[in-house]
């Protein structure tokens, strides 16, 4: 290959040792004797922990002749004190020689912190990106983490980070480090069988975004050439991260409706299943950009907002939601960056549909009329947020840099504003 002055030419590909299927959760004692472990914990949130897969896994662990202990306090949406408590039960509890992740985003999200902070030195922020932690690296290995996730979508099965609320800077950050990639995804669509239609509906959304931000994502030879410390986990769209992003959508074109409708069909939930896993290998590796980025001050600054299928103590717009209601316009802003990349796109979850004159409406065209069949709200106008919301928003997205730099155009506050603007309704 030759080298182009200053360009990046390396690519790099990771993703955790996957098993697949239904059953597959139930030879988790025995992947984990494998290890050579003793004590295990296993960690899950107390909604998940209702559903009572989380403490079946728990016993076929302890009969595997390993000991097992079950935490059922994981935040929904961790925050910096709801990690700190679950890593403070943990280290009081410890040593332990491997940790099982059993629910959604969340559980496994505090799960690879829990992971970080009882196999090296420190506090939470000390490992948190900066400028809102101190952004250290581990300096040790870290134990294997199997995790297990209940609903289809987060990719945190596969990724390396783990999101978290600041609570007293009032900001989402994250972790992000390779060490955090999860050991073994074990992916059992059975335990996503009972997952209301909302939830499915805007989980699908979350995995369809995950593929298409990948596959549009700035490509990786079009950054500066890193030194090898340098190199991150999100490198940009690569060639193997596409591929995986192509076939997620393919497999979102055959089974994303149905699933949502007919809730009980396993053959849907099971291509769905699949279809997460392969977002999940495509943007654990290229990275998202502006739905996701948009998606943290939509979700951040909720006011009164309720989605079916969710519990209705707090007022939330669920991720997967929150990242769908500006992906339209978002892809309708970076089309001019890859014209092709999105007429492909919107041929892949639409086969068959009929191209607009304009090519620039297709993949929105596609994506509205999707969401409008698995009854997502018609924008963030339907969530609660209107005009004079804009600049705010505009600010909170601004503070997802990391996420940013893959769009594959620059994206200013003013691009961002009439991004926004346009999604207050969609259709
Ligand atoms: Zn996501």
Request: with cysteine; glycine share 10%; proline share 7%.
């Amino acid at each position: 290959m030759v080298q182009s002055g200053s360009s990046e030419t390396v690519f790099t590909y990771g993703a955790p040792q996957l098993k697949f299927g239904s059953g597959s959760s139930d030879e988790i004692g025995f992947d984990l004797s494998t290890y050579g472990v003793r004590r295990v914990l296993v960690i899950t949130d107390p909604g998940v922990a209702a559903t009572g897969h989380p403490q079946r896994i728990t016993d076929q662990v302890n009969a595997a002749g390993i000991e097992a202990v079950l935490f059922d306090r994981a935040h929904v949406e961790p925050t910096d004190e709801s990690m700190v408590e679950a890593v403070e039960f943990a280290r009081d509890g410890g040593p332990w020689d491997a940790f099982v992740a059993v629910g959604g985003g969340s559980a496994i999200d505090t799960a690879k912190a829990v992971n970080l902070l009882c196999t090296n030195p420190g506090d939470l922020l000390d490992y948190v990106n900066a400028p809102v932690g101190r952004g250290r690296a581990p300096v040790n290995r870290l134990a294997p983490l199997v995790a297990v996730p209940t609903t289809t979508g987060t990719g945190s099965e596969s990724t390396t980070v783990c999101v978290l609320d600041v609570l007293e800077q009032q900001v989402k950050s994250g972790i992000s480090h390779p060490l955090l990639r999860p050991t073994l995804a074990v992916v059992d669509p059975r335990l996503t069988l009972s997952q209301p239609a909302g939830v499915t509906a805007a989980s699908g959304m979350d995995i369809l975004c995950h593929a298409l931000e990948s596959w549009t994502a700035r490509p990786f030879d079009s950054y500066a050439r890193k030194t090898p410390e340098q190199r991150v986990p999100y490198c940009g769209a690569n060639p193997i991260a596409d591929m995986w992003s192509e076939k997620a959508m393919s497999l979102l074109a055959g089974s994303f409706r149905t699933s949502v409708h007919h809730g009980d069909d396993e053959h849907a939930r099971e291509q769905m299943a699949l279809a997460a896993t392969f977002a999940g290998m495509g943007f654990g590796n290229a990275g998202v950009h502006i739905p996701h980025a948009n998606a943290y001050p939509i979700a951040g600054r909720v006011r009164d907002f309720h989605p079916a299928g969710y519990p209705d103590d707090e007022p939330m717009v669920p991720h997967g939601m929150a990242v769908s209601l500006t992906a339209p316009e978002a892809f309708r802003f970076t089309f001019e960056a890859a014209p092709e990349r999105h007429v492909r796109a919107a041929e892949l979850l639409a086969p068959g549909a009929e191209r607009p004159d304009d090519l620039r409406d297709f993949l929105p065209g596609v994506l509205a009329d999707l969401m409008r069949d698995i009854d997502i709200p018609n924008g963030i106008g339907a969530v609660g947020y209107a005009e004079a919301d804009v600049d705010d928003l505009v600010t909170g997205t601004l503070q997802q840099q990391r996420l940013l730099a893959t769009a594959p155009r620059e994206a200013s506050a003013d691009d961002l504003a009439g991004i926004l603007r346009r999604s207050i309704e969609l259709w």
